[in-house]
């Protein structure tokens, strides 16, 4: 039913548009054009549809073979065809008699007053993405609250697609709004806790676009507000972790993996709670696992996830008995950035601090965690390099005390770097 209701509230504009704006797949007018290794530009769904529900590994368009390598898949928002594309509509709408500002009220309207609400949310999120004085006509007109309204819905008809869909459209709405403290919307999901069990549901059932929308709202409730993140670990916990976690372990960058990072560092921050939960939820031995591909933002993110993880005894426990957790961490230490030896560095510290088992301090000397450390030291003495900060070099020099006289009786010890080893215990 949603779908001719769609069907039947588009404007002309909507059959009569330029061949450029059409995907090849579908034919229909792109929303959300990507470009793939061939150069051709597709409908993201579309195109995720053919090569992931599919199983193809060719070029719908060209029929050449997608190229197989590190980087399979890479699919690049085409955002120059989507600004022509908004714009074009935009201007197609304002030919009409109705101004923006009534079509906003118009609109709204529909959704408060229609069962078939998905094709004027999608309006409504294209205009308020190319006007500033559109989203201020949205905002004073209660335009918050009656979205809102579409998202809490599916709490009640949880089976129904179409409300799922229409839900999924209304944070696309909200996601185009920053969220601070003295914000309506963060207002409204202070006050309503419902609203955010809703964002929880469609990032655990959504599909990949309302699952973007939906962490994109949580990202920006994390970064720029004081939320109290109790009541979501109360309720949601592991739930909220796993879907979160699979948006990091995506093998095809994406933002939602991005922003899935991001959430997961503001919310372990302010709880030990959280980061047992995110434990329970396996975080630890995903990120262990995605940590040698990663890249260099993701990888200081990820470390930074597992230095806080590392904080509870859980966490350390999980790292140790992961069979490459120690190896992991210590292969991106001085091999990616000085923020990422940094934190390798507080990792090894507190797992040699709290687990100084006869195992865990030889598999530090097999993976040639100590050869680092050792290099960091004479970095620092030598005063170049990362390693010449100071707290860093505190941590090293505490680890080396700890365990230096069991690894230096080691074969495998290096030998040119046992003077460094001797200043330590001169020091």
């Not at 309506?184 to 069990?197: A, G, Q």
Request: proline share 4%; net charge neutral; aromatic share 6%.
């Amino acid at each position: 039913m949603e779908r001719f209701a769609d069907t039947n509230l588009r404007s002309s504009m909507d059959s009569d548009f330029p061949p450029l704006f059409r995907c090849p797949i579908s034919m229909e007018l792109m929303e959300d054009p990507v470009t793939i290794s061939t150069g051709v530009t597709y409908e993201r769904k579309s195109i995720e549809k053919w090569l992931f529900t599919y199983n193809k590994r060719t070029c719908p368009a060209t029929m050449q073979t997608v190229a197989v390598g590190e980087n399979d898949f890479v699919m690049t928002p085409n955002l120059t065809l989507k600004r022509v594309i908004l714009a074009w509509k935009i201007n197609e709408s304002s030919s009409s008699p109705a101004t923006a500002i009534d079509q906003v009220q118009s609109l709204l309207a529909t959704v408060e007053s229609s069962p078939f609400k998905v094709s004027s949310l999608r309006k409504l999120r294209s205009m308020i993405e190319m006007r500033d004085e559109v989203k201020s006509e949205f905002i004073r007109l209660n335009g918050i609250g009656i979205v809102v309204n579409v998202v809490v819905q599916i709490l009640i008809d949880c089976s129904d697609f179409s409300t799922l869909e229409a839900c999924e459209e209304a944070l696309g709405v909200l996601s185009q709004f920053p969220i601070s403290n003295e914000d309506e919307l963060f207002d409204e999901m202070s006050k309503r806790e419902e609203l955010m069990k809703s964002v929880a549901i469609v990032l655990q059932r959504g599909s990949a676009e309302g699952r973007f929308y939906a962490v994109k709202i949580l990202r920006n409730i994390a970064k720029n507000t004081n939320y109290n993140w109790g009541f979501v670990m109360e309720e949601q916990g592991i739930d909220l972790f796993k879907p979160l976690l699979e948006l990091v372990s995506d093998e095809f960058p994406t933002k939602s993996s991005s922003c899935a990072l991001d959430v997961m560092i503001e919310i372990l921050a302010s709880s030990k709670r959280s980061r047992v939960k995110a434990i329970e939820a396996g975080a630890v031995w995903i990120l262990i696992e995605l940590l040698p591909e990663s890249s260099r933002s993701k990888c200081e993110r990820m470390l930074q996830i597992l230095q806080s993880l590392c904080e509870c005894a859980e966490g350390r426990l999980a790292l140790v008995e992961h069979g490459m957790g120690i190896a992991a961490v210590t292969k991106k230490i001085l091999n990616v950035s000085n923020v990422a030896t940094k934190i390798g560095v507080k990792i090894l510290f507190w797992i040699s601090s709290f687990h100084p088992k006869e195992r865990v301090v030889e598999e530090m000397m097999a993976c040639g965690a100590v050869k680092k450390l050792l290099m960091i030291l004479h970095m620092a003495c030598s005063g170049v390099g990362g390693g010449g900060r100071s707290s860093t070099k505190e941590k090293v020099i505490k680890i080396l005390k700890m365990h230096g006289s069991s690894w230096r009786r080691s074969p495998c010890f290096p030998c040119e770097l046992k003077n460094y080893l001797k200043l330590v215990n001169d020091d």
